[in-house]
């Protein structure tokens, strides 16, 4: 995928590894904002951003399609990203593993411009489906998917956060269809708004 302007005021590009660290303070950042009150403060608050850059290094140096992370950029800053590839879970289609905006960017349109350009890559991937998990209590995130026509299916499961105390929060998987004609067609539009 090449860079492509945006009307949020910023462009999608392909994330490269000299993004971890900023990938890294916007996943930390988003974490901390999203999920309080959903997973424990301390949890939390001990959130290293210098570990997550480390991960972000390690993926995106090793990263090949169908795997993707494309990046919001504005203002010469990362302010959101989301990755994705097949399904991690062994079913066919695709999925979107984590999407993610910066608390001070989100309500800007970043995070529409991201999930239309995921959606495309999947698609432009040969995937006719995508599948993506969200905790079941975050009800904003969930209303933003629905927004862009992902629908609960029903299926739950616990994810782990702390393997070690066994603590774990319900997600739920949401999941839609990826139409071939919103390759070129109504995927496009939805970029540019026309």
């Known amino acids: 995928m090449s860079p492509s302007d945006s009307s949020a005021g910023g462009l999608v590009r392909p994330a490269v590894p000299q993004d971890a660290v900023a990938l890294a303070a916007v996943h930390v950042a988003t974490w901390r904002d999203a999920y309080a009150g959903l ?25 090949a399609a169908p795997l993707f ?25 695709g999925e979107v593993f ?35 998990w969200v905790l079941a209590g975050n009800r904003p995130a969930r ?25 774990s929060v319900p997600e739920v998987r949401y999941v839609r269809s990826l139409d071939p004609v919103g390759v070129t067609g109504r995927a496009d539009r939805a970029q540019t708004g026309t």
């Not at 997973?39 to 140096?61: K, M």
């Open 98 to 132: 984590a999407i993610y905006v910066d608390p001070g960017c989100q309500g800007s349109g970043a995070g529409r411009l991201l999930m239309s350009a995921a959606v495309r890559s999947l698609a432009e991937a040969g995937f006719t489906e995508a599948r993506l």
């Open 143 to 167: 209303g933003f998917y629905e927004a862009q026509g992902w629908y609960a299916d029903g299926t739950e499961k616990a994810w782990t956060y702390d393997r070690d105390a066994g603590l």
């Open 69 to 93: 992370t494309l990046v919001f950029e504005t203002g010469g800053r990362v302010r959101g990203f989301v990755s994705g590839g097949p399904d991690r879970h062994g079913h066919a289609g």
């Open 39 to 63: 997973l424990p403060d301390d949890f939390l608050a001990g959130l290293v951003v210098e570990e997550w850059a480390e991960r972000w290094r390690g993926r995106l140096s090793e990263i």
